[in-house]
Every structure is written in structure tokens, then in C-alpha cells.
């Protein structure tokens, strides 16, 4: 796949919003659509899904490869995926495909191979990371 983009299979199911945060729970770049906005804070976000992770992994001595990858209440589930230096959570309401998982996969990929090296010790300064925010917004399928 040369080009990144939803594809018609998403049909499936509902983005709601869209983290990615470093490995120290910081959000570096969120997204949700208009009916959401606004209604949680992503920085508390990112510090709770980091410090759930982390609480998984100790108190089920997972090892560093095993990761959270699924929270569900009720109509609302969220997947997990990780690459080196981050890991983006993604909200959405209806099933998960296959498919959204590998888009999720290639974008991680992506990020990494532009931002890698500056997010290996990242000091803060989204200066460095500018035009991450719309790679992660590409992530949406666009509407009519």
C-alpha cells in the first residue's frame, strides 16, 4: 500500500477519536469528531491509559511485548497499538475490523520512520513534531 487512507470496510464501524501518546503518557496528537469535542481532557487520557497499561503489566507480570490491546464499555471499544516510541488508542462504537487495526499499524510505522529519532528522547517541544497532528487527523475517513 503506497498511500495511506480509510478504506470503504470501515463501514463497520464509528471512529470517535483518535490518541497518540509517547511511552511517558504524553498526548502527542488527538482527534475526535465534532460530536465528541471537548468532552474529555486527552492529556488525563493519556495518563491513565499509560498508567492502566503499566498496572496490567506489573500485576500480570506481562512481559514487555504483551501489551494491553482492547477496552470495551459497553457500545463503546477502544484498540490499542504500539511501536517503539508511542502508542495510539483509537475510540470507536461497532466492530472492529481487521482492517483498522493494520491502517492503525501503518500509521504507527509512518510516525516513526519521520518522528523516530526526535521521539527517542522527545524533551517536550512540539516544535519538533510539527505535522504529526494531521497524520493522525488522515486517520478518519473523509466525509461527504
Known sequence: MSSFSPRLKWRECKL?????INTSGVVLAHTE?????????????GGMLTAVQDFVKESFHAEDRETLRTLSVGKIKMIIEHS??????????GYETEELRSDIKFLLKKVEKKYGRVLEGWDGDKE??????????NLFPATA
Open 33 to 45: 469528531t465534532r460530536e465528541k469535542t471537548g468532552v474529555v481532557d486527552s492529556d488525563i487520557v
Open 16 to 20: 470517535e477519536e483518535v490518541f497518540l
Open 128 to 137: 519538533k513534531i510539527r505535522g504529526i497532528e494531521s497524520m493522525v487527523n
Open 84 to 93: 517503539p516510541n508511542t502508542y495510539m488508542a483509537v475510540v470507536f462504537t
